[in-house]
């Protein structure tokens, strides 16, 4: 378990940046023909979406007299300086070849979901982007909410996908793990799995056990399952890091909307009991520090160090190479 008090580590403030697609937002965040400033991995960036609908991300400061964008304007499909009026297209590039480039981020949208990659070094993507939505299984956002949390490490959210050790004392409506947890990486995707039970009177509604299935696209996104009986339930889980310890947990509860008033109150049912699970861990999310291991580890304790090593492999550093995965295409 050395790891644990090795790469996880982070000094003041300050939260390592990480190669990969992260969530930005919802599209209807970004409205054609508006400018957005926003800040990602402790980066300034101005998001924008032309005429054409296509949604861009890039730096803030034009290439000329570095002048601030956020109070310029979008011409078609470019972002116009303020100042002289020296104009960019969504991938950076100047409208007038001579002149100098801006940085930019590659966006991806599907579905009312907008994720961009980030790599410091400016390594183009290496992989695909997260998909979750699906036209057979999953056509419809059913709800969502947002936390702003803050961290000592952004694995902190994602790691309770493999530690049902956790529910018994953090959370009122679990008790004692059914399942330890287990994780498994496959390049940047990864599985992790455990089972927790159910108390009265959830149980009355539910049933005895929950058992999660945790799918990983990348190290910030993950698609959850949970099967309680015979009735699946599917959210998703986005962490954005915004700078520092600020970042930012969205979770979307997913499947196909129905005139049923039980399949209303079965959307309702996840709505709460996620919204409220978050409410209860994140006294313990925030603020917490890393340490050894001081006992033979169980099971949980396995996967969760599987789960960080994986995790932090996708940090950049430039003083260490990239993770396999960050140069594998999927």
Not at 32 to 37: H, M, N, R, S
Not at 58 to 67: A, L, M, N, Q, T
Not at 196 to 206: D, F
Request: glycine share 10%; hydrophobic share 35%; charged share 20%.
């Amino acid at each position: 378990m050395e790891a644990l008090n090795g790469p996880l580590e982070t000094t003041g403030t300050h939260v390592m940046n990480y190669r990969g697609w992260m969530f930005i937002g919802f599209s209807s965040e970004y409205p054609t023909g508006k400018i957005a400033e926003r800040t990602f991995m402790g980066e300034p960036c101005l998001a924008f979406r032309g005429q054409s609908g296509a949604l861009h991300l890039v730096e803030p400061y034009c290439s000329h007299f570095g002048v601030h964008m956020a109070t310029g304007k979008v011409v078609q499909d470019l972002i116009q300086c303020p100042m002289h009026g020296r104009t960019f297209r969504g991938d950076g590039s100047c409208a007038k070849p001579r002149q100098r480039a801006i940085r930019s981020y590659p966006v991806h949208e599907d579905r009312g979901l907008a994720y961009a990659w980030f790599d410091q070094a400016g390594v183009e993507p290496g992989w695909s982007p997260p998909r979750f939505l699906d036209d057979e299984h999953f056509p419809h956002i059913l709800w969502r909410h947002s936390r702003e949390l803050d961290l000592h490490h952004p694995s902190v959210p994602l790691d309770n996908s493999v530690d049902p050790r956790h529910f018994r004392t953090t959370h009122a409506m679990f008790g004692k793990v059914v399942q330890d947890g287990v994780f498994e990486a496959d390049g940047h995707k990864a599985t992790g799995t455990m089972a927790t039970e159910i108390l009265p009177p959830l149980s009355m509604v539910t049933g005895g056990a929950a058992e999660v299935t945790t799918w990983f696209d990348g190290p910030l996104n993950t698609s959850l399952q949970t099967k309680v009986g015979p009735k699946l339930t599917h959210l998703c889980n986005f962490l954005t890091i915004v700078e520092g310890r600020h970042c930012r947990l969205t979770q979307i509860g997913i499947g196909r909307r129905s005139l049923n008033p039980l399949r209303w109150f079965e959307n309702g049912l996840g709505f709460a009991g996620s919204w409220y699970a978050t409410y209860e861990d994140a006294p313990v999310w925030n603020n917490r520090k890393v340490q050894p291991a001081d006992s033979d580890p169980h099971q949980t304790d396995v996967a969760l160090e599987a789960f960080r090593t994986w995790f932090e492999g996708f940090a950049y550093d430039p003083e260490r190479p990239a993770h396999p995965a960050a140069r594998l295409s999927g």
